[in-house]
């Protein structure tokens, strides 16, 4: 199995995609493909190089270091990759054993030092930390008497994730090297807004996408590319941090159009401007505005599908015709609002989720249950030959409308007992919709209460 053809592809993309700032492929299922210029100045022989400001989450396996040119043979003799950036937990860890200064606060805001041994930090790379121990004045305590001031960061010490490389040339050269990475933490997800009056079958829409990003690093001014479809992936689930901090930022972006292409098996959806996307931060940015689509609503009275009540749909064809649609849309959240004629605010009507969808194609939204049709479904006879060559069920529908309005119910029922069933009497037309299933159509007036018999028959001669 080939578990990154598409991956590989988009990390040794051409160098001309990429802008003077980083380029991201970000994927809607956690992760992303990271691409930055990263200059080298290099002499014959081997070197040391360091790259500081890689993600947390980079999947060391993946880099590709190349010269984009082809002008620069880079041989990749060793690579290392560090996470453990300096912090308090870190540094104290350092220092077990060893005596420092904390600065401490009275409740007049004066600062005065105090010397402790630090006889456990308390870090552990990965897990939950334990209570500090500290020895102030020849006492124990499970706290930290104040800030703790470090006298250095000491030889090995690095302030950000960093990768490092022994790069072997064969003669002096300075290049500006293209680094690719797949990283987790970078996602996409896409939203809709479905609009309609208070009557009638128009609707407007409008498709939000978000990005979040929890990769431990902000990318500043970064051309972006959002990968939809479902790319085969062979990793272990990366887990989150029990004890990362929620996102704290929320940014709205308006731009210009967002720009489609179909792309391997997948389509890609790429933003017109670059932007900053800071570390924790949830940026928005509008893919999609049409208007005047025709959505009817559609009342069905599908038991195994929707449940023992008549379901709500919203049905809509994704066509350019249909009010400028015709984008593939990538899955996501549909939220429904009408429009409260009596006073023009907008209420919430349901919500559902939508799958990938190909342009062309027929969209059914499930939006809630109706409030004033009633159904009841019940079987009333069942009958088996003496033979057991076949058998007879019968069945009772009643449909009930306490609209003010006529209405129309499609009633769809499955026959999963046999593959050989034909309906040998019912009292309104039906259509077989597929191999297994009949739909009715009622029409309703308002306070009409109608009754849907029919009789199946499965043989199995």
């Known amino acids: 199995m080939k578990p990154y053809p598409l991956l590989f592809a988009a990390l040794v993309a051409s160098s001309l995609s990429l802008a003077a700032g980083p380029a991201l492929t970000i994927y809607n299922q956690n992760f992303a493909v990271v691409r930055e210029t990263v200059p080298f100045d290099l002499k014959a022989g081997t070197n040391l190089v360091n790259f500081a400001g890689v993600t947390t989450q980079v999947e060391p396996d993946s880099v590709v270091l190349r010269d984009a040119s082809g002008k620069v043979a880079l041989r990749i003799l060793e690579q290392s990759y560090r996470a453990d950036a300096a912090s308090d937990g870190l540094l104290l860890s350092m220092n077990e054993g060893k005596e420092i200064d904390f600065l401490v606060k009275d409740q007049d805001a004066k600062e005065y030092v105090v010397k402790g041994r630090v006889i456990r930090s308390g870090y552990k790379t990965g897990d939950e ?33 960093t990768l490092s490389w022994q790069v072997n040339v064969e003669k002096a050269a300075k290049l500006d090297a293209e680094l690719g990475y797949i990283t987790g933490g970078m996602s996409w997800q896409a939203a809709y807004n479905f609009i309609a009056p208070e009557k009638g079958d128009q609707v407007d829409i409008v498709g939000w996408v978000t990005v979040k990003n929890e990769t431990g690093k902000t990318f500043t001014d970064a051309s972006i590319k959002l990968m939809a479809g479902d790319v085969n992936r062979v990793r272990p689930e990366v887990m989150a941090d029990p004890f990362a901090a929620p996102a704290v930022r929320a940014t709205v972006l308006r731009v210009p159009e967002v720009t489609e292409k179909a792309f391997d098996e997948f389509h890609l959806y790429s933003l017109p401007r670059n932007v900053t996307l800071r570390d924790r931060e949830t940026k928005q940015v509008e893919f999609l505005r049409a208007t005047g689509v025709t959505a009817p609503q559609l009342y069905i009275y599908d038991q195994q599908k929707y449940g023992a009540k008549v379901a709500t749909v919203r049905e809509f064809k994704n066509t350019k015709e249909n009010g400028g649609l015709g984008l593939p849309l990538p ?71 306490r609209k003010a309005g006529t209405v129309e119910v499609r009633v769809v029922e499955h026959f999963y007992n046999g593959p050989n069933w034909k309906l040998v ?29 029919y009789r199946v028959r499965y043989d199995w001669k």
């Not at 124990?140 to 994730?161: K, N, T, V, Y």
């Not at 297994?436 to 209460?449: G, I, N, S, Y």
């Open 129 to 161: 930390p334990l209570s500090p121990i500290i020895e102030v004045g020849g006492k124990l305590r499970f706290s930290l008497p104040g800030e703790p001031i470090f006298s250095s960061l000491g030889d090995d010490g690095i302030l950000l994730p």
């Open 331 to 401: 899955k996501g959240r549909t939220r429904f609002y009408r429009q409260d004629s009596a006073d023009g605010r907008l209420e919430f009507v349901g919500e559902n989720n939508i799958d990938h969808t190909a342009k062309n194609e027929t969209v059914r939204i499930y939006t809630g249950d109706v409030f004033d049709i009633a159904v009841e479904r019940k079987a009333t006879e069942s009958q088996m030959s003496s033979r057991d060559d076949f058998r007879e069920e019968t069945f009772e529908v009643t449909l009930r409308n």
């Open 425 to 453: 009497q019912q009292s309104d037309p039906s259509d077989k919709t597929d191999a297994q299933t009949a739909e009715f159509r009622v029409t309703l007036k308002p306070d009409e209460e109608k009754k849907i018999t």
